[in-house]
């Protein structure tokens, strides 16, 4: 049986923005998930309450030693007006991996799925119809305990947040231009750039700078020994098309597992397209 979901729902509701207003992550919805954990103990008090701020010890785990992991993933509404979720299984599998590397304890990948239909079901009137937009679904988990000290954390926070999106970039859905970056690395195997965690995205910040300084919207990240091999984008993962035959870089430890990039590889065997994922070379 799935764990009862306590609801408390705003007495102040949101005006929702137009469609054709929406940016990138700006706006928020009406409610947010929120579920507590201890280290070996499992997680507890899972609850939809008022979109709100979350309350911390200054000294909690997470301000100090960056221990947090996330997901991203989107809700759409149909031409016929229904809410359809895009493979949220692989978003649930891919944050207790992230959980496992960042010494996290793992969500129950049922209640992840639970949690979030309940809240988009809670806020649908929050996604928009328009195309080329939807209703961003923000999963995290943070190390919550009070201490000082570098060592796993015991107790932490779940929680979902939702936000009706246009198109991440300012350029909208036109081609956007790429940095291609052989100073700064993203990560190196052995490392944590598999996990979906801010660290990450923290030591990127300079890269992506330095690459709006040059006109571009993102970052292509080189491998961080011989910086000779392509790696991804800043925001995603990234395919080519060479003699046919659609190239993407291996999964070796040092890039994400996307799940847009799982779908066009699937489809790309599905429709005869010959795969490749091997080594690329920037030249």
């Known amino acids: 049986m799935k764990p009862t979901i306590a609801v408390s729902l705003t007495d102040h509701p949101k005006p929702k923005p137009r469609d054709e207003e929406l940016v990138f992550g700006r706006v928020f919805t009406d409610h947010m ?3 507590d954990g201890v280290a070996d103990q499992g997680w507890r008090n899972p609850r939809v309450v008022p979109y709100g701020p979350l309350s911390l010890d ?8 960056s221990q947090e992991i996330f997901e991203g ?3 759409y509404r149909s031409p016929r007006d229904t809410i359809l979720l895009f493979r949220p299984d692989k978003n649930a599998a891919r944050l207790n991996r992230s959980a496992a590397r960042m010494c996290m304890p793992s969500v129950d990948e049922d209640m992840f799925l639970h949690a979030i239909k309940t809240l988009v079901a809670i806020d649908k009137s929050w996604v928009p119809s328009a195309p080329g ?6 999963p995290a988990m943070i190390a919550t305990e009070a201490f000082l000290g ?14 009706p999106v246009g198109a991440y970039y300012a350029e909208g859905f036109n081609l956007v231009k790429i940095l291609v970056e052989d100073k700064y690395v993203r990560a190196v195997k052995g490392g944590t750039g598999a996990a979906k965690t801010g660290g990450n995205y923290a030591a990127s910040l300079a890269a992506g700078e330095e690459a709006h300084h040059h006109g571009c919207a993102q970052v292509l990240y080189l491998d961080g020994v011989e910086r000779k091999y392509i790696e991804e984008v800043g925001s995603m993962n990234i395919a080519f098309v060479i003699d046919g035959t659609l190239v993407t870089p291996s999964l070796t430890g040092s ?13 790309a065997k599905d ?7 091997r080594l690329i070379s920037v030249d």
């Open 33 to 35: 998930f929120l579920m």
């Open 58 to 65: 200054p000294s909690a785990a997470v301000l100090h030693y």
């Open 73 to 75: 993933l989107k809700a």
């Open 133 to 138: 937009t939807s209703l961003y679904i923000r």
């Open 150 to 163: 570098v060592r796993p954390a015991k107790s932490y926070l779940f929680f979902l947040i939702l936000s």
């Open 255 to 267: 890039i994400l597992d996307g799940v847009t990039r799982d779908t066009v590889l699937q489809l």
């Open 271 to 277: 429709w005869n397209v010959s795969v490749s994922e």
